[in-house]
């Protein structure tokens, strides 16, 4: 079985950006979930999505939006990128019957200049 | 209420050591406590988790021990190598599924 993926693994943006960055889940996986990863601040929670609705949501602005489509894969969103967003993005998947064993794909890093 | 809280932030152990990272927490509807591991370039990965009406779990060299009373719980990595180097992340699951994040513990492990 084919593991998380996620496109582009590195992405380089300039402020006042935006940027889509996309992730493919595990086969029969319908809930992903999109985390911000940086030094020191471990994983942050941005968004789940289970079968294309949003199911939960963390703390972020409104500037970071999320969509899932109807085969699972998902995307996430940040307009008007600000120097602070310079993160490691994750994506995990975890399946219907156990949705909190998360399956993580190798992240974006994402780096605003 | 919602925190997990992980300590210590990094560990420098020696080969065929004892390495020791404790999480603990406040929230008592917490129902599942799983820990990640994290390599260089790869996201996390499942490790090893635990339920709290089990007081210790061990899986190979991989040791949860639980303590509900306390809220605490930790993860224990026996005969530690060098191959075990990497960043370690406790959680805990919510009621919705979501799962509540500790900050990381970066282990080295020296030759």
């Known amino acids: 079985k084919a593991g998380v993926t996620q496109t582009p693994r590195y992405l380089i943006k300039t402020r006042g950006q935006q940027v889509t960055l996309s992730c493919s889940p595990i086969?029969?996986?319908?809930?992903v979930s999109w985390y911000q990863q940086t030094p020191g601040q471990g994983l942050q929670f941005l968004f789940e999505?289970?079968?294309?609705?949003?199911?939960n949501k963390g703390n972020f602005p409104g500037r970071f939006s999320g969509r899932q489509f109807s085969n699972s894969r998902s995307e996430m969103n940040v307009s008007t990128l600000e120097l602070g967003d310079s993160a490691l993005y994750l994506c995990?998947?975890?399946?219907?019957?156990?949705?909190?064993?998360?399956?993580f794909g190798p992240g974006t890093r994402l780096t605003v200049t | 209420q919602q925190q997990v809280k992980q300590s210590p932030q990094s560990l420098i152990v020696q080969k065929g050591g004892i390495s020791i990272i404790n999480c603990a927490y406040e929230?008592?509807?917490?129902?599942?406590f799983p820990w990640y591991q994290q390599f260089p370039g790869k996201g996390p990965a499942l490790l090893i988790a635990?339920?709290?009406d089990v007081s210790e779990k061990k899986e190979g060299r991989f040791t949860i021990s639980f303590n509900k009373s306390a809220k605490q719980f930790s993860l224990h990595i026996m005969d530690s190598q060098p191959g075990d180097s990497a960043t370690y992340f406790c959680?805990?699951?919510?009621?919705?599924?979501?799962?509540?994040w500790g900050a990381g513990t970066k282990l080295i492990i020296k030759p």
């Open positions: 635990i339920r709290p």
């Open positions: 929230n008592t509807a917490f129902d599942y």
């Open positions: 995990a998947s975890s399946s219907p019957g156990t949705p909190w064993e998360q399956y």
């Open positions: 999505y289970f079968s294309e609705t949003q199911r």
């Open positions: 959680a805990a699951r919510e009621s919705n599924y979501q799962l509540i």
């Open positions: 086969s029969g996986h319908r809930s």
